[in-house]
């Protein structure tokens, strides 16, 4: 009766991530039965996305927060490498005897690399797999208990940012030079659509719009921006939108000059949508 599990950012289940962001992973061993399990050893099974024998994972900065591991890599094809993290009783004093009742729980994070430290399109894999092992010792036998399996897709590494100059125009209306920054570099993307609520007494002007790539598109009654863009091959890692908000007039209350920017599309490599965020514009800041 021994219970022996993994959490991965929360859950125990499979799912998606994209690169730069943090494997926080937690493994759980229990030993609810009546007997001693003796000569314990943990294992953490790490396999993910490599190119060269470079890992996806930057194993650098691998934070192994409750007790230090051994740490093994191994070359498993040339797109995959496995690391591996084992844990005895020279880590974990207790796990040379575990008695009923024991517990023992490990936290970890480790980060998935991003554009700033590799060339994402070199890494064809798409999967992070990890596990965890358990071994001891029970009425002079070696027994082998396998936690759950966790997988995480990797999604392409699209993400939206913005920036926000003001100043004022002939009238001394406030005047917002918004510029959109959409990144992507891992897979190619399609059918993307970028859109945005606009808050408070405003106008757009048409003529202010700088597209080089795709539609840009206002709909005054609704108030709702949207850009679109038919494709985004990894060879154009950036491209960008440009336009004015004019403020009509103030509203002292009004803390947001736009929605949290959403931007879907297609990844051409998973073959599924993916939907991140951008950061809103704020007023007063």
């Known amino acids: 009766d021994t219970v022996f599990s993994l959490l991965v950012n929360g859950t125990a289940g499979s799912f998606e991530m994209q690169p730069g962001e943090t494997i926080s992973a937690t493994l759980i061993m229990q030993n609810n039965g009546e007997s001693v399990l003796g000569d314990a050893k943990l294992k953490l099974i790490l396999d993910a996305p490599a190119y060269n024998n470079r890992s996806i994972l930057d194993w650098t900065k691998l934070d192994m927060i409750d007790k230090e591991g051994d740490i093994v890599g191994q070359k498993m094809s040339d797109e995959i490498r496995r690391g591996t993290i084992a844990w005895d009783e020279r880590h ?17 994070t480790l980060p998935v690399k991003d554009s700033e430290d590799i060339n994402l399109s070199d890494y064809l894999a798409n999967y992070i797999k990890i596990s ?11 027994e082998i208990i396998g936690s759950n399996e966790i997988e995480i ?22 005047v917002h030079h918004v510029s959109w920054l959409l990144s992507n570099s891992y897979h190619d993307l399609k059918d993307i659509e970028i859109t945005a609520d606009l808050y408070g007494d405003i106008s757009l002007d048409e003529e ?36 004015d908000i ?19 599309a297609y990844d051409e490599v998973l073959q599924q949508g993916i939907k991140v965020y951008g950061k809103e514009i704020l007023l007063g800041q």
């Open 92 to 108: 974990i004093e207790e796990l040379k005897e575990l008695k009923p009742g024991d517990e023992i729980k490990l936290n970890l």
């Open 246 to 264: 004019k403020i009509l007039s103030e509203n002292p209350s009004q803390k947001n000059l736009t929605s949290k920017p959403s931007v879907e």
């Open 208 to 243: 202010s719009f700088v597209v080089p790539a795709g539609t840009i598109t206002y709909d005054s009654d609704t108030k709702k921006l949207l850009w679109k863009i038919d494709k985004m091959p990894i060879s154009v890692d950036v491209l960008a939108v440009q336009f």
């Open 132 to 142: 965890g092992e358990l071994t001891y010792m029970l009425n002079g036998k070696e």
């Open 153 to 174: 897709k990797l999604l392409s590494d699209l993400t939206l940012s913005s920036t926000d100059d003001i100043d004022e125009d002939v009238e001394g209306n406030t």
